[in-house]
């Protein structure tokens, strides 16, 4: 068996320029397989007024309102789109509604969502369909159910969904799992270390050959490089010493009990976007390419492998 390569990324929380650099590599790196290691949803729902007297306007940095024409309009929703947030265009007193009503904000923001999931695998269709490349996309801790339905529902066939799946790809085989040890701010697939726990030990049953399986498994085991993250005081800000930032291990122990006691041949991980590093547990070689999505820059991992090992990895900058 030759080089067989993969392409990862994560973390693109709804950029709609980074997914579309994560679709181009096909052509540029050549991989044998991408995946999308989670967390697809953006963050942030953006208002764009309508004016009384024709136009628009919006506040770019959340004071400060810029005026738009209509030929202007298309250009800030891009901008929008690609660091990762939804628009929506609508009255003040109808922004004022639904600031006042939590539902109809959720539901809004969960249309919006779908509408921009439903054009990514437009794109997978188009552009990677055709040419039988396969696409490993898999949901993360900021991700609902929802999100993972629409993919396994509406997804062109060489989309391949591993949610608590192993599945054949390849020589290989793909252990997925989009679930997080619990964060402060109670994600919707955050779970407690022994509910994560449970949920790896279902999805461990279906491995084949452990030294053919590669982990795409979003949080990233606990105690190493991967999982670097700022502590964090009762308010969700950093704290620092004498202008230092504090940092600690946020990861999985599951996780890591995971790869001690399987020995898969790499684990392929995301969730924290400030731990760009490559790291070892037990000898298994483990990833994170990091993300910093609201650049629009595009972060990612080349991992070459051939037989039961990694020949190379290299992290890329799009």
Same mark, same amino acid.
Request: hydrophobic share 35%; net charge negative.
């Given at each position: ?18 997914f ?31 004016e009384e ?5 919006w506040?770019?940095?959340?004071h ?8 202007e ?8 789109a690609?660091t ?12 004022a ?8 904000m ?24 055709p040419?039988?490349?396969?696409v490993v ?33 390849? %020589?290989?085989?793909?252990? $997925?799992?989009? *679930? ?6 109670h994600?919707?697939? #955050?779970? !407690? ?11 461990r ?35 620092t010493?004498?202008?230092q ?21 790499a ?13 070892t547990?037990?000898?298994? %070689?483990?990833?994170?390419? $990091?993300?910093? *999505? ?9 991992? #070459?492998? !051939? ?5 190379s990895?290299?992290f890329?900058?799009?």
């Amino acid at each position: 068996m030759g080089r067989f390569r993969v392409y990862f990324v994560s973390d693109l929380h709804g950029s709609e320029v980074s997914f579309r650099k994560f679709l181009n590599s096909a052509p540029v790196y050549e991989p044998d397989l991408l995946i999308y290691g989670g967390d697809i949803l953006g963050k942030t729902l953006v208002p764009i007024f309508h004016e009384e007297n024709g136009g628009y306007r919006w506040y770019p940095s959340g004071h400060g309102a810029h005026h738009l024409g209509d030929a202007e309009l298309p250009d800030v929703q891009k901008k929008i789109a690609d660091t990762g947030r939804y628009s929506l265009v609508t009255r003040p007193e109808e922004w004022a509604h639904l600031q006042g009503s939590p539902d109809q904000m959720e539901a809004t923001f969960a249309r919006l969502a779908k509408e921009r999931l439903r054009h990514w695998l437009g794109l997978v269709r188009e552009r990677l369909t055709p040419k039988k490349i396969p696409v490993v996309m898999n949901v993360g801790n900021d991700d609902t159910n929802d999100v993972l339905d629409l993919l396994r529902s509406e997804g062109p066939e060489n989309l391949l969904v591993p949610e608590g799946r192993v599945l054949s790809v390849g %020589p290989y085989e793909i252990f $997925g799992c989009g *679930y997080a040890n619990m964060t402060p701010w109670h994600c919707p697939r #955050d779970l !407690e270390e022994p509910e994560l726990q449970k949920v790896l030990d279902r999805t461990r049953g279906q491995i084949g050959n452990p030294r053919r399986t590669i982990l795409d498994i979003h949080a990233p085991p606990f105690g190493t490089s991967l999982d670097i993250a700022p502590q964090l005081d009762a308010d969700f800000k950093p704290q620092t010493v004498s202008g230092q930032l504090l940092t600690h291990h946020v990861g999985s122990t599951s996780v890591r009990e995971l790869i001690e006691s399987v020995h898969p041949i790499a684990g392929l991980h995301g969730h924290i976007h400030e731990s760009k590093a490559v790291d070892t547990v037990a000898g298994v %070689p483990v990833y994170n390419p $990091g993300s910093v *999505y609201f650049s629009g820059q595009l972060q990612g991992l080349l991992v #070459d492998f !051939e037989d039961d090992h990694v020949l190379s990895h290299l992290f890329v900058l799009g």
